[in-house]
């Protein structure tokens, strides 16, 4: 791989744009500083060494970097990729049924409903395949329910 890399003039004043304005992310701004460092187009002579130092980020990352860049322009240097996560258990659909079940009566024998009685009733009803009573009280607080009431 390329020690340094050349940016085109465009890619070079979007770079120097973004550390001059400081508008973007601490981490998007030392991507860009150390981008403009590495370039060569420039005649900028500085060695792997100097821009680690100047841009107070370790060998690995530059190395990194430069990988993204190479491998996928600026863009991909500058920014992460999304991370997917975990997908949210209560959807708008849940919501509904969670909000259909508070507002009805409780079960036979119950004064009231319960978190674990709401969770047990979800799961019942197959709306959900697995729920916890702590996530049910959070959709419910979000939402400014109270099943005991």
Sequence with gaps: MAKHIELTTE??????QMVKSGVRSARVVGRARALLLLD???GNE???DEVVEAAMLSKGTLNNLKKRY???GIERALYDKPRPGAKPKIDGEVEAHLIAL???DPPPGQARWTLRLLAERLISLEVVDTISHVAVG???KKMNLNPGK
Excluded: H
């Design 11 to 16: 890619e070079r004043q979007t770079l120097e």
């Design 40 to 42: 060569r187009s420039q």
């Design 46 to 48: 500085s060695t792997l």
């Design 70 to 72: 190479f491998s996928g």
């Design 102 to 104: 508070v507002c009805s």
């Design 138 to 140: 959070d959709a419910l």
